[in-house]
């Protein structure tokens, strides 16, 4: 999951990040349009400056959690996601995202951040 994470959303490898993704992947989330077109048609209209970093990651028989920041997009702050996917036959299957706009030191109620040890900058 990480390298194809790492190949759509850093590298925008699309042509390899296809080995990655079934041809019948299934998108549940709320901001892409359906399929593994949807979701690269995504990537391909966010600017350049995209970036997907992951801080943990949890398996589970044919399912995996990362939780990872997307900064870059445009967006006044980056998102904070939980992605969870179900692989089958070694690809990303269908996914699944929950998304949270990562919040300042100034808004953070706990005063830790939500992502890594800092508040961004």
């Known amino acids: 999951m990480l390298k ?6 850093n590298k925008r490898d ?19 349009a359906p399929g ?6 995504l ?3 966010l600017p350049d400056t995209l970036r997907y970093e992951n801080q943990l ?5 044919d399912h995996v959690i990362a939780h ?23 690809k990303l299957a269908e996914h ?9 030191a100034a808004e953070s109620q706990s005063g830790l951040p939500m992502f890594g040890d800092r508040f961004p900058a």
């Open 68 to 90: 990872g920041r997307f900064s870059g997009s445009g967006r006044p702050a980056a998102w904070i996601a939980a992605d969870v996917v179900r692989f089958e036959n070694g």
């Open 96 to 104: 699944w995202d929950v998304l949270q706009d990562e919040a300042t």
């Open 43 to 45: 990537v391909r209209s």
């Open 14 to 32: 699309y042509a390899a990040a296809e080995r990655f993704w079934s041809d019948r992947y299934i998108q549940h989330s709320a901001h892409i």
């Open 4 to 9: 194809a994470f790492d190949t759509l959303f």
């Open 57 to 61: 990651i949890l398996a589970e028989s």
């Open 36 to 41: 593994r077109d949807g979701l690269f048609d």
